[in-house]
């Protein structure tokens, strides 16, 4: 197995599950509220470890209570935070109302992710000779993700990166990113098109294709995902189906299990199946990293849905 290394965003979630979300100026009750440790990255690095990478991250935690929980999360899953900073700051948290359908609204506290400079990224990562992928996210500030991505394609390290939350990608970085993997949102904020099934997905992954990344997935939900890489061959993977209970973590559970399949040399169809199932099983549980299954429980899982 191949080693992965996430420079990005490290979080508490504060969860509030209720029945439906609140209107404009409307107090609701919680049935209960919940802390779990999370953020873009963080969720990223553990779907991955979980799934069998080798894995390390790059990221900051702030001088809170916060923050030795926020490590001890990673550390239990078998992550290296070697490279994780103590920032003069709180750490990044996250205010998530969860309703009956399993949907999220997410207000973010960047805190000590937005001090995450480029400096700390290239001290971290080193010369990149161990290091088949790096998994990146917009959840710390785009000029440390810039520099990581100039320094990793000029080393032949692939860039796998996740544009969320959604942001425009200027024209001349897309070739330095191998796998864009974005859902519907991202995909419009990227090409500008818009996207809600396979068909559409393929006219917004030719965009991206056509100025230089290698592969892009588009997940759709419950329509599965669409893949296409550079070569013209394309797949639709159909979603598995699940009653949702809290679909926080699901896309970041996708992108870190399909970064550890391709690290252990899985071919796409493969390796996007393996996302697709444990995104699905991320979906039935609440929370984020709390939420993100393992291996075995992901294998299980394909083996009853043949």
């Not at 990113?177 to 396979?198: F, M, Q």
């Not at 870190?256 to 996302?275: K, M, R, S, W």
Request: aromatic share 6%; net charge negative; glycine share 8%.
């Amino acid at each position: 197995m191949n080693k992965l290394l996430v420079v990005g965003s490290i979080n508490m979630d504060i969860v509030s599950s209720v029945g439906k979300f609140p209107r404009p100026g409307e107090t609701i009750p919680s049935a209960a509220t919940a802390f779990y440790p999370g953020g873009k990255g963080a969720n990223q690095a553990v779907a991955a470890a979980r799934a069998g990478a080798r894995c390390a991250m790059i990221g900051a935690v702030g001088e809170d209570p916060f923050a030795e929980t926020l490590l001890e999360a990673l550390q239990e899953n078998g992550i290296a935070i070697d490279h994780i900073l103590r920032k003069q700051s709180s750490s990044g948290f996250a205010i998530i109302t969860v309703n009956g359908e399993g949907e999220n609204y997410i207000v973010l506290s960047e805190g000590a992710n937005g001090q995450l400079t480029a400096a700390d990224a290239a001290a971290g990562a080193g010369d990149w000779s161990d290091i088949y992928a790096v998994l990146l996210q917009n959840e710390i500030p785009w000029e440390t993700n810039l520099a990581v991505m100039n320094s990793a394609s000029s080393s032949d390290t692939y860039v796998f990166y996740n544009p969320a939350p959604a942001r425009a990608i200027p024209e001349p970085v897309l070739p330095l990113i191998h796998t864009l993997i974005l859902n519907e949102t991202e995909a419009a904020a990227v090409t500008g098109l818009a996207v809600s099934d396979p068909a559409s997905a393929q006219a917004a992954a030719k965009w991206v294709l056509d100025r230089g990344t290698k592969n892009v997935i588009i997940t759709l939900g419950e329509k599965g995902c669409y893949y296409q890489n550079e070569r013209g061959a394309s797949l639709a993977i159909p979603a598995f189906a699940v009653k949702p209970v809290d679909t926080t973590a699901a896309g970041d559970t996708f992108f870190g299990a399909y970064a550890a399949a391709c690290a252990d040399g899985l071919p796409a169809e493969q390796a996007l199946t393996f996302a697709a199932a444990a995104a699905a099983l991320a979906v039935t549980k609440q929370g984020a990293q709390a939420s993100i299954p393992d291996q075995a429980e992901i294998e299980s899982f394909l083996l009853q849905n043949k």
